[in-house]
T-cell receptor, first 120, second 111 residues
């Protein structure tokens, strides 16, 4: 299995520009999560989807952030307009639902390599 | 709101020594996870603890869960330099599938 695939790995942009981060979850996983990691705030859950439907977006910091999952194999996280305080590593993760027989590590998250965003 | 606290946040130890990292959480949960992160890298799953009294071991690492005390421990035996990394515990909220992560423990093992 290819694992969770994120792109771009690195993004440097100027304040005010639109940023789009992409994620391809592991095939067959029903859950997809977007996390943000910073030194100050650690790992924060931004939003998660179940079967392509957003379940909890309470972690999305502002209206400038939006996420979509148009199908089971693709999700985007968009920031428009971007600000310097958005600089962080953004991780996408996917999992089977708890109790799924195909995965004895029920609920375990599998993380992508992350997208490091720098907003100047 | 579920809160997850780890201690210590920074740990410097010598090779060959033993130590324990603690993870406390604030509300009822039956699922706890330990992850490892190397600098600039992604998070790698180490252990999944799914019930009270669960104990898992892999090499020099052993994790345990006490759901009544809302406490998990990650014990390091005879540390080696390769264990240097940041270790996170994460707790699943009983109401859904979201995980809340602790602050992480940055472990440095010195020769």
């Amino acid at each position: 299995d290819a694992g969770v695939i994120q792109s771009p790995r690195h993004e440097v942009t100027e304040m005010g520009q639109e940023v789009t981060l992409r994620c391809k979850p592991i095939s067959g996983h029903d859950y997809l999560f977007w996390y943000r990691q910073t030194m100050m705030r650690g790992l924060e859950l931004l939003i998660y989807f179940n079967n392509n439907v957003p379940i909890d977006d309470s972690g999305m910091p502002e209206d400038r952030f939006s996420a979509k999952m148009p199908n089971a194999s693709f999700s985007t996280l968009k920031i428009q307009p971007s600000e310097p305080r958005d600089s962080a590593v953004y991780f996408c993760a996917s999992s089977y639902p708890p109790g799924h027989l195909a995965d004895r590590f029920t609920g375990e998250l599998f993380f992508g390599e992350g997208s490091r965003l720098t907003v100047l | 709101e579920l809160k997850v606290e780890q201690n210590p946040l920074f740990l410097s130890m010598q090779e060959g020594k033993n130590y324990t990292i603690y993870c406390n959480y604030s509300t009822t949960s039956d699922r706890l996870y330990w992850y490892r992160q190397d600098p600039g890298k992604s998070l790698e799953s180490l252990f999944v603890l799914l019930s009270n009294g669960a104990v898992k071991q892999e090499g020099r690492l052993m994790a345990s869960l006490d759901t009544k005390a809302r406490l998990s421990t990650l014990h390091i035996t005879a540390a080696v330099h390769d264990l240097s990394a940041t270790y996170f515990c994460a707790v699943e909220e009983t109401s859904g599938s979201r995980l809340t992560f602790g602050e992480g423990t940055q472990l440095t093992v010195n020769p």
